[in-house]
């Protein structure tokens, strides 16, 4: 049985993390749950709570980066990671920065070549005096 993210108004099953263990960082992620959980004020996080990546902004993950270009396969969320996206909706900018659709999901082989196929596109040889090649943009 998949587990969806907890947060108000979001039931994503894709991309989500674990509640942390540190005490701390627990309670933070349970404060940010409960202030949009009014029905509930005293709303507890079970074992199988969890929340999505529409919830967190970018610098929360140590690999980002990597992850969107198709470089990691996993996203790794920074120890000390707190949630602060409240809203999703279908025009929240956060969404549309980390929603991906299910029709453009590429597998990370497919991205590099793709990518490679773009700097072929844009580096065209050109040959100069003797054997050297020289590469310039168009």
């Known amino acids: 049985m998949p587990n969806y993210c907890v947060a108000f108004g979001c039931s994503s099953e894709n991309n989500i993390f674990k509640w942390p263990k540190d005490g701390k960082i627990a309670k933070l992620w349970t404060t940010?749950?409960?202030t949009k959980r009014?029905?509930?004020?005293?709303?507890?996080?079970?074992?199988?709570?969890?929340?999505?990546i529409r919830h967190f902004t970018s610098d929360s993950f140590t690999n980002y980066g990597q992850?969107?270009?198709?470089?990691a396969k996993v996203l790794c969320k920074k120890s000390d990671a707190v949630?602060?996206?409240?809203?999703?909706?279908?025009?929240?900018t956060q969404?549309?920065?980390?929603?991906?659709?299910?029709?453009?999901?590429?597998?990370p082989r497919e991205?590099?070549?793709?990518?490679?196929?773009i700097v072929k596109?844009?580096?065209t040889p050109v040959m100069s005096?003797?054997?050297?090649?020289?590469?310039?943009?168009r």
């Open 32 to 34: 940010f749950v409960r």
């Open 38 to 52: 009014k029905e509930v004020p005293e709303w507890k996080p079970s074992s199988s709570s969890v929340l999505c």
């Open 67 to 71: 992850w969107q270009c198709g470089y």
């Open 83 to 92: 949630p602060t996206i409240h809203t999703v909706s279908k025009s929240s």
């Open 95 to 107: 969404e549309q920065a980390f929603a991906v659709p299910e029709t453009t999901k590429i597998t």
């Open 111 to 117: 991205a590099r070549v793709a990518r490679r196929e």
């Open 121 to 123: 596109d844009v580096l």
């Open 129 to 137: 005096e003797g054997t050297a090649v020289l590469f310039k943009l």
